[in-house]
């Protein structure tokens, strides 16, 4: 019988153990007994890639799939409460993200295929560390917070401090356990763009980047205006200077160049990969940033 | 290390056990342990979509599930689409419409078709593009592809 004809850069994945508890206490006595053989398991859409290439390599495998302390979506007093197993697609169609947090609907309906979708899942998303994540942008523009649980302690992040490197995190033996993103008001206006290599989801981006606005009401600016990119550093990141350009002002035509550009030359510090060069990916930080501002301008005439 | 472990998972409506080791994959449970081998690897890396399959109704990429984790669950394969030797509605527009050049996409196409529809039954051609993006004919027939999945949809609703 056939059983695929395995090219030998990929092959089996490596051998390990498998655990699949059934509750968070279960599981951080499993983790505490296991202390640090092993990877925790969510959709495996990251992790079982990285195993077939030969990136990673763990004793045992615990999947957290099946812990109901993870799962779920929740409004708590107006907070979307996002449990870290929820996947991405079951995100970009639930009616409140859709309503209350459409820049998050469009990232994640843009992370992946249906199929990648159905097992990815936010906190993988966030956890994995890249650079990439489409997750990360609009939760760093919403300034959304992560529960890191251990088996003593447990502890809020803001996302702004959970980044430390390519495939770093500030998670140490911790499982990551909810994703909380405070209320927006009602005037707040999110833009979420992403620049891929195709038309169509599925793809990991070339950069993407999420501006977040919240009008001060007045004729003058914004109360706050958060800028968060992807793909551009060794983290996903805020763009710190060129959100401090545009404090307190109104999004003017010269203004909003002028930060869009600040963007892309002090803030973006990008690579180039093979999805595209430093230099094109900074030009398409300025373009983006200068798309979404303008957006958010239009949208409010009265802030702009 | 790397014990093998008893699963119980429901495989085209027919209840199956087994100890799969767990580092096997769906895919290769299903070639490999079943001799299912309607369900094909392109990329083994999730790029493709070949190996779609639904497990528990939804679809996903069976080269990027481990066997283990469909303990308790339910799955389909191309194998289980057409009932009493007669073909899924799907299974016969994509005849009909010439969708299958070296037919290598074609089962996985046509799970990921079937998903798409179960969740919207009257797709437009931008939902089916979009819904499909995840599943690559290297042949390149998407045009009939789309086409023969428009048309199922309008049998699957009745004709309307
Ligand atoms: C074909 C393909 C296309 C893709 N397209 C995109 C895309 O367009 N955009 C995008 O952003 N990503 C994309 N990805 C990457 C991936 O699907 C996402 O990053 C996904 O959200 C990862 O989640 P997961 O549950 O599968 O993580 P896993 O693979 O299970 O885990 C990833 C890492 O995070 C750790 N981890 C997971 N959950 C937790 C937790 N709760 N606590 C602590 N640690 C945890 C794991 O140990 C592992 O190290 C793509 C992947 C593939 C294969
Ligand atoms: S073989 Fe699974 S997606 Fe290509
Ligand atoms: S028919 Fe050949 S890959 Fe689609």
Partial sequence: ?304 | MSRPRKIRVTINGRKVEAAVAPNQTLAEFLRCHLSLTGTKEGCDTGDCGACTVLLDGKAVNSCLVLAVETHGGSVTTIEGLSSDGELHPLQQVFIDNGTVQCGFCTPGMILGAKALLDENPNPSEEDIRLGLAGNLCRCTGYVNIVKAVGAAAKVLRGGK
Avoid at chain 1, 279 to 298: G, P, T
């Fill in chain 1, 1 to 304: 019988m056939f059983c695929g004809n395995k090219s030998p850069m990929l092959g089996r994945l490596p051998s390990f153990d498998y655990y699949r508890p059934a509750t968070l206490d279960e599981t951080l006595t499993a983790m505490e007994r296991l202390n640090g053989n092993f990877c925790v398991l969510a959709g495996g859409t990251d992790l079982l890639v990285g195993m077939k290439e030969r990136r990673g390599r763990h004793p045992a495998l615990l999947d957290i799939k099946a812990l109901p302390e993870l799962a779920g979506i929740r409004a708590d007093n107006g907070t979307l409460c996002l449990g870290a197993t929820v996947t991405t697609r079951a995100i970009a169609q639930s009616p409140l993200v859709r309503e209350r947090f459409p820049m998050l609907f469009q990232s994640m309906k843009l992370l992946g295929s249906m199929q990648i979708g159905n097992r990815a899942t936010i906190g993988g998303n966030l956890a994995n560390g890249s650079p990439a994540a489409d997750g990360a942008p609009p939760l760093l523009a919403l300034g959304a917070s992560v529960k890191l649980v251990g088996k003593t302690k447990e502890r809020w992040v803001p996302l702004d401090n959970f980044f430390i490197g390519p495939k770093k995190t500030i998670i140490e033996g911790e499982l990551l356990a909810e994703v909380r993103i405070p209320t927006p008001p009602p005037s707040g206006r999110g833009i979420f763009y992403k620049l891929g290599p195709r038309n169509a989801p599925e793809d990991i981006c070339i950069v993407s980047a999420a501006v977040y606005g919240v009008p001060d009401g007045g004729a003058n600016g914004w109360k706050e205006l958060r800028i968060a990119l992807g793909a551009v550093a060794p983290t996903p990141i805020r763009a710190r200077h060129a959100e401090e350009r545009l404090r307190g002002q109104p999004l003017e035509p010269k203004l909003v160049e002028e930060a869009a550009r600040i963007a892309a030359d002090r803030d973006a510090t990008p690579i180039s990969d093979i999805r595209g060069s430093a230099d094109y990916r900074r030009e398409m930080v300025y373009v983006l940033v200068k798309r979404a501002l303008e957006q958010i301008a239009r949208d409010y005439p009265s802030a702009a």
